[in-house]
């Protein structure tokens, strides 16, 4: 089954709010986890990464925190506008060193902007 | 640069047919990737590339079969299609450099139905 998830399948906000979209991954030993946003009919968009020797990372109004703690990584979307509408997942990558490996999914959090 | 492009766009298959979803970046990226994603689900990976002329079994992968001819393409074939294997195809590709920005580029998708 899925052990990369997210809390919440929907989250509606206000334009200009803030979001925080959250996601708990099981596997202790990952050690790379991107954030990646999929608007409707097109392919997912990368949004931010972390590694797994970090604690917080900082975008263009985003920011990721990952708790290794707790398993867990949230996505923080400063003022929050109607084009951030959108699916977002949380990815995981679970074979530390090897090059190329593949990314586990989440199922996805979908997020409302309303105006 | 073009990224990562797919063809076709959209296709309908009768059970049993076959066919072969293209797959091409020009990014220069040392590995490629297929995904399917169903309703809910999130990305599955079906199969995956390291590299030209390699390709490994990824996470759902029986009634698929791929190809690395050339560093630039990979092809993922149907030889018998089935309707469970109705879904939306994301091929993506990426390269490592060890640290941040190992994000996996996708393409647009392929719609895939099967009668």
């Known amino acids: 089954g899925e052990s990369v998830g997210l809390h919440l399948p929907t989250l509606s906000v206000q334009e200009g709010d803030n979001s925080i979209i959250n996601c708990a991954y099981s596997?202790?030993?990952?050690?790379?986890f991107i954030w990646y946003k999929q608007e409707s009919g097109k392919g997912p968009q990368f949004i931010i990464d972390?590694?797994?020797?970090?604690d917080k990372r900082q975008g263009q109004r985003v920011t990721v925190l990952l708790n290794k703690t707790v398993k867990h990584l949230s996505l923080q979307i400063a003022a929050t506008q109607p084009g951030d509408s959108a699916v977002y997942f949380c990815?995981?990558?679970?074979?530390?060193?090897?090059?190329?490996?593949?990314?586990?999914f989440g199922k996805g959090t979908t997020l409302s902007v309303s105006s | 640069n073009a990224g990562v492009t797919q063809t076709p766009k959209f296709r309908v298959l009768k059970t049993g047919q076959s066919m072969t979803l293209l797959c091409a970046q020009d990014?220069?990226?040392?590995?490629m990737y297929w995904y399917r994603q169903d309703p809910g689900m999130g990305l599955r990976l079906i199969h995956y590339s390291v590299g030209e002329g390699t390709t490994a079994k990824g996470e759902v992968p029986d009634g698929y079969n791929v190809s690395r001819l050339k560093k630039q393409n990979f092809l993922l074939g149907l030889e018998s299609a089935a309707p469970s294997q109705t879904s939306v195809y994301f091929c993506a590709s990426s390269y490592e450099r060890g640290g941040l920005g190992n994000e996996q580029f996708f393409g647009p998708g392929t719609r895939l139905t099967v009668l």
């Open positions: 990014m220069n990226h040392e590995y």
């Open positions: 972390i590694r797994s020797n970090m």
């Open positions: 596997n202790s030993a990952s050690d790379y």
């Open positions: 990815a995981e990558r679970r074979d530390p060193g090897q090059a190329g490996t593949a990314l586990i």
